[in-house]
């Protein structure tokens, strides 16, 4: 039977849905499982629409669409029982597959289709609606859901990038079988910014007129979406009793009100945060930390007037809003200013930021509002002064940006994505002494990744420990794999950031990796920024003579970025020093760079610490250089940074890799 089907439909083959294979008939009359039938579709792991495990739950026929290689194959799955030779039946399904060829305007047409058919499911319920069509593509989503996920209304591309690594599907799993449920229900958190917020999800398949699965759309319900948020006034009309503000869901509901009746909404978000404020308390008193609250509150509830509003979302955070007229910055920082300086003393200065979101977009919630002004404080969370900085919609980019490369990074940490590059270090007599290592990130769909773009961002997110521990490890196997090569005396220098002492006993972490390797400590060279020295000078102190006591090399790195780089030196006892050229001869006929730089070099052997020249990019700067006494350089002149393969090619040769291998 299945060879006539055959001559009809494209494929014809029988499935056991529930173990997603694809069945045989024997020779022997038995029916036997082959391939997984979800091959023939190009995927990886078991469909998520399986019309097949319908059919068989529903025992009748069921009818759906796939897209298969730019064509629309329509499939038609009906249960069926074989009888076996031996007697028994085995109930399984037969699949029935025509394809045709897809055009541009079919698809249109089809998602048009589709979206009418979502309305018409979903009626006027407001919460937030992302559909998406057979070839899951994002066709629809609501402003709910733009505004929740911050992505600016209508970038659908932008949405379904975001919403799919969020939405966590394996939650249905919980709720029942994913290829079976029209409907699934979970919970799951949603990080933007610093606020989480919990979102009920909903999953709903989409069905045509004749009962053919045509797409699926989720439900997001959380709890700052408009209808949704607010408890009647009457509920909440008190006020923050400490400052007299209107506390938090007040203030969201007051302000969307004013938004709403305006004739010409024309007015300025304003949140206030104080800088470490949670030092406040134990610096000052719980008394004092009440005065400061008080007299800032009174500040933003003179400033808001009768046109204004001012809230207080929790702890030290204000909001202010007001018309764009009445908005003058330069005022209001004099008028923080005037209160702040009261409270300085020779140990903390009391400071405050303000982020500024001029209101473009009435129909924002106002919650989020409050999340671009706070947005915009971020950006200058380590200015020590009061500050005040204007939202921008870059900003809201960046955010997204760095939330899904913080998002990325522990399952990039275990898929190896991290890559160590090696950078040459050369000696004054031209011959190879050693190398750095440089991490680079392999990005799936962001290509190759240099530090900068993402370190700054784990060191503020408390994870780069992790990365420089796998560094420290990759180096150390490196070290390790080496042995009995021509590699075998070349030292590594590996990177210790300054957060790194803050999560975790470096000490304990390196021993441990050069113990179970068995390596020389004296191969691993471990630097510390000049910066990160001083900002705990004793702390470091220690722990440098105990890496030194055990062997390895320390090395001061960045020398000449800080402040009092030299005052330093005689403190800190670390074997190799590294002047970076960028900070100390910023330019090429730098005459007065060049004295520091000998002074630098002088000092530097006087107390027996050897140096390393990074950031060397001329001829010139070598010559120099060598005339000034560095024992080593490190820099473009020579060599960027490369993956190790290229640097043992370049270095000892091709033959060593095999040899190695
Ligand atoms: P760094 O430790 O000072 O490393 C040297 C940086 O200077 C490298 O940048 C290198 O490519 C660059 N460089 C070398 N020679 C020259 C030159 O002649 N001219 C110029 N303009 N630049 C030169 P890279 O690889 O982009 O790394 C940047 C920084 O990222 C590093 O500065 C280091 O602070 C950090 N970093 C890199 N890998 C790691 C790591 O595994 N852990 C930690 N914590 N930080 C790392
Ligand atoms: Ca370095
Ligand atoms: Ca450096």
């Given amino acids: 039977m299945l060879n006539r089907l055959s001559l009809i439909y494209d494929i014809a083959r029988i499935v056991n849905p529930a173990k997603c294979v694809v069945l045989q008939c024997g020779e022997d009359g038995m029916v036997h499982e082959a391939a997984s039938c979800y091959g023939f579709w190009g995927k990886q792991t078991r469909c998520r629409h399986c019309s097949s495990s319908c059919a068989m739950a529903a025992a009748h026929n069921m009818e759906k669409d796939e897209v298969r290689e730019g064509r629309i194959c329509h499939i038609l799955s009906a249960p069926v029982d074989v009888e076996q030779a031996d007697g028994s039946v085995y109930s399984c399904v037969m699949e029935m ?18 979206i009418q058919l979502l309305v018409a499911k979903m009626g006027d319920v407001r919460r937030g609606v992302v559909c998406f069509n057979i070839e899951d593509e994002c066709v629809y989503a609501n402003p709910e859901v733009f505004q929740l996920f911050q992505v600016p209304q209508g970038e659908l591309a932008l949405l379904k990038e975001f919403f799919r690594t969020w939405v966590d599907d394996s939650r249905m799993e919980e709720s029942g079988d994913i290829a079976l449920l029209s409907d699934a229900e979970w919970k799951q958190e949603c990080n933007l910014g610093k606020r989480t917020r919990l979102c009920d999800v909903g999953y709903h398949k989409l069905f045509d007129g004749e009962g053919r699965f045509s797409g699926y759309f989720y439900e997001i319900y959380d709890d700052s979406m408009p209808l949704r ?30 938004l709403r ?4 909404p024309e007015y300025v978000l304003i949140a206030s945060n104080i800088k470490d404020f949670k030092f406040v308390n134990s610096l000052f008193g719980k008394e004092k930390g009440d005065e400061i609250l008080m007299l800032l509150g009174g500040l ?16 030290d955070k204000f909001v202010l809003f007001m018309p764009r007229d009445a908005f003058q910055p330069n005022e209001i920082m004099e008028r923080v200013t005037e209160i702040t ?16 979101y001029e209101i473009v977009d009435v129909s924002l919630p106002v919650s989020l509002m409050c999340d671009r002004a706070n947005l915009a404080i971020e950006t200058i969370q380590n200015v020590r002064v009061n500050q005040i900085a204007v939202y921008k919609d870059t900003l809201l980019k960046k955010a997204l940006h760095d939330s899904e490369i913080l998002s990325s990074f522990a399952s990039a940490l275990e ?57 420290w490890g990759a180096a150390a196997s490196l070290i390790s794999a080496w042995k009995n090569t021509p590699m075998a005396e070349l030292p590594l220098s590996v990177n210790i950031s300054a957060r790194d002492t803050f999560y975790i006993d470096i000490y304990q972490t390196i021993t441990t990796y050069v113990e179970k390797l068995g390596i020389d400590p004296a191969k691993l060279h471990l630097e510390i920024t000049e910066t990160a020295l001083m900002s705990d000078r004793v702390q470091y102190n220690t722990l440098i003579d105990k890496f ?14 800080g402040y009092s780089s030299l005052a330093m030196l005689k403190d800190i006892h670390a074997d190799i020093l590294k002047l970076d050229l960028g900070f100390l001869m910023p330019s090429k006929e730098d005459e007065r760079g060049a004295l520091i730089l000998k002074s630098v070099i002088d000092m530097a052997k006087t107390l027996g610490m050897i140096t390393i020249t990074e950031g060397v990019e001329h001829e010139e700067q070598v010559k120099l250089l060598t005339k000034l006494g560095t024992d080593a350089f490190q820099g473009f002149y020579f060599d960027r940074p490369m993956p190790v393969q290229n640097f043992v090619e370049k270095y000892y040769g091709a033959g060593c890799i095999e040899r190695n291998a």
């Fill in 548 to 561: 030194r006591e055990r062997g390895f090399v320390v090395e001061i790195d960045d020398f000449g970025s």
């Fill in 261 to 264: 009746c305006a004739v010409h």
């Fill in 415 to 471: 898929n190896h994505e991290f890559e160590v590059y090696l950078q040459p270090q050369i000696a004054r007599d031209s011959t190879l002494c050693g190398a750095e290592a440089l991490v680079r990130w392999n990005h799936p769909t962001r290509g190759l990744l240099m530090p900068g773009q993402f370190i700054p961002l784990l060191e503020n997110a408390g994870l780069i420990y992790q990365l420089d521990a796998y560094m």
């Fill in 97 to 114: 597959v025509s394809s045709n060829v897809r055009s541009e305007e079919m698809r249109v047409m089809r998602d048009r289709e589709l």
């Fill in 229 to 258: 948020t607010g408890l009647p006034l009457e509920e909440e009309s008190f006020l923050d009793p400490l400052t007299e503000l209107m506390p938090r869901e007040r203030f969201f509901q007051t302000v969307g009100e004013v």
């Fill in 341 to 356: 300086t009261r409270f300085d003393n020779s140990s903390f200065k009391l400071c405050v930021h303000l982020g500024v």
């Fill in 300 to 315: 933003y509830r003179e400033l808001a007037g009768s046109k204004g509003v001012a809230g207080r979302l929790h702890g």
